[in-house]
């Protein structure tokens, strides 16, 4: 634990990546397999379920520290992190346990999970004991799941790359589903992302996915596309889908389904197991899992299997009929699918690329290969739950562009544009093609700041996450009030951030904990991807990934926009 601690300390101290990367290079060279294999997990984004109940470990950290409620609070909200709260709080020791990252989890740790109270407050009492501060941190982290450090997943694999002397575009490959819930880190599965390559790599993958290809944002007026990438003729367009990024993988007549966030999500989705008959081995295929709109889709179920009848049309001409992602997330998360859940949201999955045929690797063929291929196999397998994602054709960028308006009315966020002769990447990157998502311009209101609270990390100290609200009536309303509808904590620069971080202290009118309510008195213009009506919000309406696009200096309060607003908006969503 002590050399992984101080591994996190060297990482959070620079935002240099080549200290990062000499820091990273330097641990893996020293580190046992074990530890190693724990550290790859966590540094890629890997975090277990919490082991222990945040208020059990509050609790603690205040009987043995003798802090009382109040002035705890006080703490946590002055450094705004909870494991570093903890690790200054409680009583400082002079020697750290030499126990490597992978006994402090597989021994200490892991099993701490289902423990009553009692035992788990002897238990932390004894491991707490043994750690210097900064590893103490690491170690709460680590227990509530919310280790985070500036490294990026790219570095981890150039460190592991360097070190294995192989290229870090095998290495990334390795690392898809190194961090899913069902792996737990082993010696052996470290040793094996920095082998040497060898001819049957490839036939052992089983169930791996590849890593995704990503697109950058293309934000450019359409009348200078003609420059910036040339012909419509060289991309291959299609309508970007508001749904789950997901890679099918069939080998060895088992189906997996791996999401973007390299998460296995086979069991939540019942009415694609029949394409484990339909996709012949070796076939991998990058696509968009949509809610297709009822009643194009008829669910039948069989057995314990879900499966569709009567897909719609998907053809080149063919008009997207997608349901919007807030019904999708209904789905996630849930333990169970009763018969009700896949009948009101049946899924299907848009293919657009395929990435394996016949277990050969396709990812160096070019785009328009690939999709031809792909067309050729949807032909072949006539899935009602796996469709072809329409490619779009226009005369020209301008002809695209008046295309693009319809987006929201068909349910997709915009466009993607994918070189045709573009080869499958890893990331975001553009050394082997580029895919560009032009998506649509967001909605926007002028909305009231009405709350505020401290933020995390180095804006502890700042009220920087805000509550907005609009107004419930016209201006010429006798009576209206301000109704919260969004909260958002980015798009301010960090100039911007301290003057409202003043204005906030200085118009406070109650404190409820950390969060203040302020004389309304800022106006600020959000934006946001989609917007829905909502039983759980008391506008009613609910909106996807507000953030603050500006500040409205030049509006009062009382000019900010209402709900009709916002319900005007839902009838363009």
Known sequence: ??????????????????????????????????????????????????????????????????????????????????????????????????????????????????????????????????????????????????????????????????????????????LVGYTDLSHRPSAEGYLKLIAAESDDEHAQRGGQPYPFFLAHPLQQPVDQFETLLGPCEDWQVEWKWDGIRAQLVKREGRLWIWSRGEELVTDRFPELHSLSQRLPDGTVIDGEIVVWKAPAVELKLKGDEAFALGPPETGAGAQPSVQPFALLQQRIGRKTLGKKILQDVPVV????????????????????????????????????????????????????????????????????????DALYGVGRTKDMGVWWKWKVDPFSVDAVLIYAQRGHGRRASLYSDYTFAVWDGPPDASERMLVPFAKAYSGLTDEEMRKVDAIVRKTTVEKFGPVRSVTPSLVFELGFEGIALSKRHKSGIAVRFPRMLRWRHDKSVAEADSLSTLQDLLSQA
């Open 1 to 174: 634990m002590k050399a992984f601690a101080a591994l996190y300390s060297r990482l959070d101290a620079t935002t240099s990546s080549n200290a990062k990367l000499a820091a990273l290079c330097d641990y893996f060279l020293a580190a046992t397999p074990e530890d190693a294999a724990w550290a790859v997990y966590f540094l890629s984004g890997g975090r277990p379920r919490q082991l222990v109940p945040t208020r059990l470990l509050r609790e603690q950290a205040m009987a043995l520290s003798g802090l009382p409620e109040w002035l705890f609070e006080e703490s946590y909200q002055a450094v705004g992190d909870l494991a570093e709260t903890l690790s200054l709080i409680l009583p400082e020791v002079r020697h750290s346990s030499d126990a490597g990252l992978a006994t402090w989890m597989e021994d200490y740790l892991l099993p701490l999970r289902g423990l009553p109270p009692e035992e788990l407050a002897l238990r932390l009492e004894g491991y707490w004991a043994q750690l210097d501060r900064v590893s103490l941190m690491v170690c709460i982290k680590l227990i509530t799941g919310s280790f985070r450090v500036g490294v990026s997943k790219l570095l981890i694999t150039r460190a592991l790359a360097s070190l294995a002397n192989i290229d870090s575009k095998r290495v990334a490959q390795r």
């Open 349 to 420: 999955v848009l293919a657009y690329d395929l990435l394996e045929w016949q277990g050969h690797d396709w990812r160096s063929r070019p785009q328009h290969e690939r999709r031809t291929q792909l067309e050729a196999l949807l032909h072949e397998c006539q899935s009602p739950v796996l469709l072809q994602s329409p490619v779009l054709v226009g005369c020209d960028w301008m002809d695209l562009g008046r295309q693009r308006e319809a987006s929201r009315s068909l349910g997709v966020e915009g466009m993607m544009l994918k070189a045709r």
